[in-house]
Protein backbone atom coordinates (compact mmCIF):
# COMPACT_ATOMS: atom_id res chain seq x y z
CA UNK A 1 0.00 0.00 0.00
CA UNK A 2 0.85 3.58 -0.70
CA UNK A 3 1.75 5.80 2.24
CA UNK A 4 1.12 9.72 1.45
CA UNK A 5 2.22 12.28 3.65
CA UNK A 6 -0.66 14.48 2.03
CA UNK A 7 -4.10 14.55 1.60
CA UNK A 8 -4.50 17.48 -0.37
CA UNK A 9 -8.17 19.33 -0.86
CA UNK A 10 -8.70 19.53 -4.44
CA UNK A 11 -10.88 22.23 -5.96
CA UNK A 12 -13.44 19.45 -7.69
CA UNK A 13 -13.34 16.01 -7.49
CA UNK A 14 -10.01 14.05 -9.57
CA UNK A 15 -10.79 10.68 -11.62
CA UNK A 16 -8.18 9.12 -12.82
CA UNK A 17 -8.14 7.55 -16.25
CA UNK A 18 -5.62 4.82 -17.51
CA UNK A 19 -6.40 3.73 -21.12
CA UNK A 20 -5.27 0.21 -21.04
CA UNK A 21 -7.18 -1.32 -24.47
CA UNK A 22 -4.58 -1.61 -26.62
CA UNK A 23 -3.35 -4.79 -27.78
CA UNK A 24 0.23 -3.91 -27.52
CA UNK A 25 0.81 -6.16 -30.58
CA UNK A 26 4.47 -4.35 -31.50
CA UNK A 27 5.54 -6.17 -28.17
CA UNK A 28 4.89 -9.83 -29.94
CA UNK A 29 3.19 -12.49 -27.95
CA UNK A 30 3.41 -11.93 -24.54
CA UNK A 31 1.81 -14.36 -21.47
CA UNK A 32 -0.66 -11.70 -20.68
CA UNK A 33 -1.64 -7.89 -20.68
CA UNK A 34 1.76 -5.14 -20.95
CA UNK A 35 -0.25 -3.85 -18.51
CA UNK A 36 0.27 -6.35 -15.82
CA UNK A 37 3.84 -7.58 -17.23
CA UNK A 38 5.68 -7.83 -14.04
CA UNK A 39 9.11 -5.66 -13.94
CA UNK A 40 11.79 -4.71 -11.06
CA UNK A 41 12.87 -0.82 -10.61
CA UNK A 42 15.80 0.15 -9.30
CA UNK A 43 15.06 2.43 -5.89
CA UNK A 44 16.69 5.43 -5.28
CA UNK A 45 19.51 3.80 -3.31
CA UNK A 46 20.36 1.47 -6.22
CA UNK A 47 18.76 -1.37 -5.03
CA UNK A 48 16.71 -3.48 -6.92
CA UNK A 49 13.04 -2.48 -5.54
CA UNK A 50 10.12 -5.02 -5.49
CA UNK A 51 8.42 -6.71 -8.82
CA UNK A 52 5.58 -5.51 -9.42
CA UNK A 53 3.03 -5.21 -12.12
CA UNK A 54 3.60 -1.97 -14.98
CA UNK A 55 0.83 -0.33 -14.59
CA UNK A 56 1.29 -0.84 -10.62
CA UNK A 57 4.01 2.39 -10.81
CA UNK A 58 1.12 4.45 -12.19
CA UNK A 59 -1.60 3.85 -9.76
CA UNK A 60 1.19 4.58 -7.15
CA UNK A 61 2.16 7.89 -8.42
CA UNK A 62 -1.61 8.83 -8.47
CA UNK A 63 -1.87 7.64 -5.05
CA UNK A 64 0.99 9.34 -4.06
CA UNK A 65 -0.81 12.77 -5.34
CA UNK A 66 -3.82 12.29 -3.08
CA UNK A 67 -5.95 10.83 -5.88
CA UNK A 68 -8.68 8.35 -4.33
CA UNK A 69 -10.50 6.99 -7.31
CA UNK A 70 -9.87 5.77 -10.86
CA UNK A 71 -11.03 4.49 -14.25
CA UNK A 72 -9.11 1.61 -15.73
CA UNK A 73 -10.53 1.18 -19.44
CA UNK A 74 -9.70 -1.93 -20.98
CA UNK A 75 -11.30 -4.40 -24.08
CA UNK A 76 -12.55 -7.12 -24.45
CA UNK A 77 -10.12 -10.10 -23.55
CA UNK A 78 -7.77 -8.23 -21.38
CA UNK A 79 -9.97 -9.84 -18.16
CA UNK A 80 -6.34 -10.12 -16.29
CA UNK A 81 -6.17 -6.48 -15.73
CA UNK A 82 -9.14 -6.30 -13.30
CA UNK A 83 -8.35 -9.90 -12.08
CA UNK A 84 -4.80 -8.20 -11.22
CA UNK A 85 -5.45 -4.81 -10.01
CA UNK A 86 -8.78 -5.79 -8.63
CA UNK A 87 -10.48 -3.02 -6.27
CA UNK A 88 -7.79 -1.31 -5.94
CA UNK A 89 -6.91 -2.05 -2.28
CA UNK A 90 -3.22 -2.84 -3.52
CA UNK A 91 -2.55 0.58 -3.77
CA UNK A 92 -4.89 2.14 -1.49
CA UNK A 93 -7.16 3.64 -4.92
CA UNK A 94 -10.92 3.03 -5.38
CA UNK A 95 -10.57 1.23 -9.24
CA UNK A 96 -12.97 0.54 -11.55
CA UNK A 97 -13.27 -0.91 -14.87
CA UNK A 98 -14.75 0.74 -18.41
CA UNK A 99 -15.18 -1.74 -21.70
CA UNK A 100 -13.77 -0.04 -24.79
CA UNK A 101 -16.06 -0.68 -27.64
CA UNK A 102 -14.47 1.38 -30.45
CA UNK A 103 -11.14 0.31 -32.30
CA UNK A 104 -9.76 4.21 -33.36
CA UNK A 105 -7.21 4.79 -30.75
CA UNK A 106 -7.20 6.65 -27.45
CA UNK A 107 -8.85 9.36 -28.03
CA UNK A 108 -12.28 7.50 -28.44
CA UNK A 109 -10.99 5.00 -25.44
CA UNK A 110 -11.04 7.94 -22.95
CA UNK A 111 -14.49 9.50 -24.43
CA UNK A 112 -15.60 5.97 -23.24
CA UNK A 113 -15.51 7.78 -19.87
CA UNK A 114 -17.30 10.66 -20.76
CA UNK A 115 -20.74 10.41 -18.61
CA UNK A 116 -18.97 9.20 -15.24
CA UNK A 117 -15.80 12.05 -15.14
CA UNK A 118 -17.47 14.75 -17.40
CA UNK A 119 -18.33 17.14 -13.99
CA UNK A 120 -14.77 16.10 -12.85
CA UNK A 121 -11.47 17.02 -12.85
CA UNK A 122 -9.32 13.86 -15.29
CA UNK A 123 -5.68 12.94 -14.26
CA UNK A 124 -4.53 11.14 -17.62
CA UNK A 125 -2.06 8.37 -17.17
CA UNK A 126 -0.59 6.24 -19.73
CA UNK A 127 -0.05 2.23 -17.44
CA UNK A 128 3.00 1.75 -20.18
CA UNK A 129 4.85 4.62 -19.29
CA UNK A 130 7.51 4.64 -15.93
CA UNK A 131 9.20 7.87 -15.08
CA UNK A 132 10.50 9.33 -11.78
CA UNK A 133 8.84 11.83 -9.71
CA UNK A 134 6.31 11.17 -6.87
CA UNK A 135 4.93 14.63 -6.99
CA UNK A 136 4.68 14.75 -10.48
CA UNK A 137 0.84 14.57 -10.36
CA UNK A 138 0.52 16.90 -7.36
CA UNK A 139 2.24 19.46 -9.62
CA UNK A 140 -0.07 19.50 -12.71
CA UNK A 141 -2.81 19.66 -10.50
CA UNK A 142 -1.51 22.45 -7.90
CA UNK A 143 -1.10 24.50 -11.60
CA UNK A 144 -4.59 23.99 -12.87
CA UNK A 145 -6.04 25.02 -9.39
CA UNK A 146 -4.21 28.12 -9.75
CA UNK A 147 -4.76 29.40 -13.63
CA UNK A 148 -7.82 27.16 -14.57
CA UNK A 149 -6.09 25.95 -17.46
CA UNK A 150 -8.48 23.99 -19.83
CA UNK A 151 -5.35 21.96 -19.49
CA UNK A 152 -2.45 21.27 -18.03
CA UNK A 153 0.05 18.39 -19.15
CA UNK A 154 3.69 17.60 -16.92
CA UNK A 155 6.49 17.99 -19.35
CA UNK A 156 9.59 15.82 -19.83
CA UNK A 157 12.64 15.54 -21.95
CA UNK A 158 12.52 14.58 -25.10
CA UNK A 159 14.85 11.79 -25.56
CA UNK A 160 13.39 10.96 -29.06
CA UNK A 161 11.39 13.42 -30.66
CA UNK A 162 10.60 11.95 -33.84
CA UNK A 163 8.38 9.11 -32.08
CA UNK A 164 6.54 11.29 -29.32
CA UNK A 165 4.70 14.63 -29.23
CA UNK A 166 6.77 17.39 -28.62
CA UNK A 167 5.88 20.89 -26.95
CA UNK A 168 6.51 24.52 -27.62
CA UNK A 169 6.20 25.85 -24.43
CA UNK A 170 6.52 29.40 -23.44
CA UNK A 171 8.17 30.99 -20.04
CA UNK A 172 5.30 31.62 -18.47
CA UNK A 173 4.29 27.84 -18.99
CA UNK A 174 1.78 28.14 -21.81
CA UNK A 175 1.86 25.78 -24.45
CA UNK A 176 1.68 27.18 -27.97
CA UNK A 177 1.64 24.28 -30.25
CA UNK A 178 1.65 20.49 -29.92
CA UNK A 179 3.85 18.35 -32.89
CA UNK A 180 3.35 14.85 -33.32
CA UNK A 181 6.11 12.54 -34.32
CA UNK A 182 8.04 15.46 -36.18
CA UNK A 183 10.64 14.33 -38.50
CA UNK A 184 12.91 17.49 -37.42
CA UNK A 185 12.38 19.73 -34.53
CA UNK A 186 14.24 21.80 -32.37
CA UNK A 187 12.05 21.83 -29.56
CA UNK A 188 13.24 19.46 -26.55
CA UNK A 189 10.30 18.84 -24.44
CA UNK A 190 7.42 16.28 -24.35
CA UNK A 191 4.69 15.34 -22.38
CA UNK A 192 3.84 12.57 -20.54
CA UNK A 193 0.56 13.08 -18.15
CA UNK A 194 -1.60 15.57 -17.57
CA UNK A 195 -5.02 17.29 -15.92
CA UNK A 196 -7.80 18.67 -17.75
CA UNK A 197 -11.22 20.15 -16.26
CA UNK A 198 -14.28 19.18 -17.14
CA UNK A 199 -13.92 22.24 -20.12
CA UNK A 200 -11.81 19.92 -22.15
CA UNK A 201 -13.58 16.27 -21.55
CA UNK A 202 -16.88 18.15 -23.14
CA UNK A 203 -14.50 19.75 -25.74
CA UNK A 204 -12.92 16.13 -26.73
CA UNK A 205 -16.19 14.46 -26.39
CA UNK A 206 -17.93 16.79 -29.00
CA UNK A 207 -14.77 17.24 -31.14
CA UNK A 208 -14.79 13.26 -32.05
CA UNK A 209 -18.71 13.75 -32.77
CA UNK A 210 -17.92 15.96 -35.54
CA UNK A 211 -15.26 13.35 -37.00
CA UNK A 212 -16.56 11.04 -39.72
CA UNK A 213 -15.73 7.62 -38.77
CA UNK A 214 -12.44 6.50 -39.02
CA UNK A 215 -11.11 3.98 -42.36
CA UNK A 216 -9.05 1.06 -41.28
CA UNK A 217 -6.59 2.66 -43.57
CA UNK A 218 -6.07 5.64 -41.38
CA UNK A 219 -3.53 6.40 -38.90
CA UNK A 220 -4.84 6.64 -35.14
CA UNK A 221 -6.12 10.17 -34.22
CA UNK A 222 -3.34 10.73 -30.87
CA UNK A 223 -4.75 12.48 -27.74
CA UNK A 224 -1.94 15.23 -28.53
CA UNK A 225 -3.46 15.80 -32.04
CA UNK A 226 -6.79 16.44 -30.17
CA UNK A 227 -5.25 18.73 -27.69
CA UNK A 228 -3.68 20.61 -30.30
CA UNK A 229 -6.92 21.08 -31.99
CA UNK A 230 -8.29 22.40 -28.77
CA UNK A 231 -5.51 25.00 -28.42
CA UNK A 232 -6.17 26.27 -32.21
CA UNK A 233 -9.75 26.81 -30.85
CA UNK A 234 -8.87 28.91 -27.64
CA UNK A 235 -8.61 26.18 -25.01
CA UNK A 236 -5.77 27.08 -22.75
CA UNK A 237 -2.61 24.35 -22.34
CA UNK A 238 -0.25 24.95 -19.81
CA UNK A 239 2.77 22.76 -18.89
CA UNK A 240 4.64 21.79 -15.67
CA UNK A 241 8.29 20.48 -16.10
CA UNK A 242 7.74 17.33 -13.83
CA UNK A 243 10.99 15.44 -14.62
CA UNK A 244 14.54 16.38 -15.39
CA UNK A 245 14.58 12.62 -16.84
CA UNK A 246 13.29 11.63 -19.97
CA UNK A 247 10.00 8.92 -19.16
CA UNK A 248 10.37 4.94 -20.42
CA UNK A 249 7.90 3.99 -22.58
CA UNK A 250 7.65 0.01 -22.49
CA UNK A 251 4.73 -0.09 -25.42
CA UNK A 252 8.22 0.30 -27.62
CA UNK A 253 9.96 -2.89 -28.51
CA UNK A 254 13.47 -2.06 -27.63
CA UNK A 255 12.44 -0.28 -24.34
CA UNK A 256 10.32 -3.42 -23.54
CA UNK A 257 13.43 -6.37 -24.33
CA UNK A 258 15.10 -4.84 -21.08
CA UNK A 259 12.81 -6.23 -18.54
CA UNK A 260 11.50 -9.10 -20.74
CA UNK A 261 15.03 -10.21 -20.87
CA UNK A 262 14.87 -10.32 -16.46
CA UNK A 263 16.57 -7.04 -16.60
CA UNK A 264 15.67 -4.15 -14.01
CA UNK A 265 15.40 -0.38 -14.76
CA UNK A 266 16.06 2.92 -13.14
CA UNK A 267 13.07 5.14 -13.29
Not at 19 to 36: D, F, I
Not at 121 to 145: E, S
Not at 152 to 157: A, I, S
Not at 215 to 229: H, N
Request: hydrophobic content about 45%; charged content about 25%; overall charge negative.
Amino acid sequence: MVESIFEPVFPRRVIGLVPAAGYARRLGSLPCSKEVYPIQLHAASGERGETKAVGHYLLEKMRCAGIREALIIIRNGKWDVPEHFKDGAMVDIRLAYLLATVPWGVPYTLDQAYPFVRDALVALGFPDILFTGDDAYKHIIARQAQTRADVVLGLFPADRPSIMDVVDVDHDGRIDRILSKPAQTTLTQTWGIAVWAPSFTAFLHDYLTRLPIPTKDQAELSIGEVIQVGIEEGLRVEGVFVSNEPFLDIGIPENFSRFSAGDSADR
